[in-house]
């Protein structure tokens, strides 16, 4: 069983990534899925969450409007789009698997490894 959080990287403020939660040895549609953020020195936070059948979604108001999760259950996944990004949303980004979609860390039983996320110039 595993939960893998990839597609983090180096970018200029204003670009875009699009992070991946993939799972393996499990069926991700039977979850629902929280993305979360940690920056250094900082609690984590929650950014968005999406529900087990992709109907309800959740964003902080941090990064609504630029922020898109979505998921593909025939894939297995759940994406993060991400888009005009800024300094401070640099962190240490983590997909969890939880029974509701919510933006506190208590409804999430497994974390996956987190992807580094840096936004600057």
């Known amino acids: 069983v595993q939960l893998q959080a990839s597609g983090g990287g180096l970018v200029q403020p204003g670009g875009s990534l699009r992070l991946s939660c993939a799972a393996s040895?499990?069926?991700?549609?039977?979850?629902?899925i929280g993305w979360f953020r940690q920056a250094p020195g900082k609690e984590r936070e929650g950014v968005s969450c999406?529900?087990?059948?992709?109907?309800?979604?959740n964003y902080a108001d941090s990064v609504k409007g630029r922020f898109t999760i979505s998921r593909d259950n025939a894939k297995n996944t759940v994406y993060l789009q991400m888009n005009s990004l800024k300094p401070e949303d640099t962190a240490v980004y983590y997909c969890?698997?939880?029974?509701?979609?919510?933006?506190?860390?208590?409804?999430?039983?497994?974390w996956g490894q987190g992807t580094q996320v840096t936004v600057s110039s």
């Open positions: 969890a698997l939880g029974q509701v979609c919510q933006l506190t860390t208590t409804p999430y039983n497994y």
């Open positions: 040895g499990f069926t991700l549609g039977y979850y629902a």
């Open positions: 999406i529900s087990r059948g992709g109907y309800d979604t």
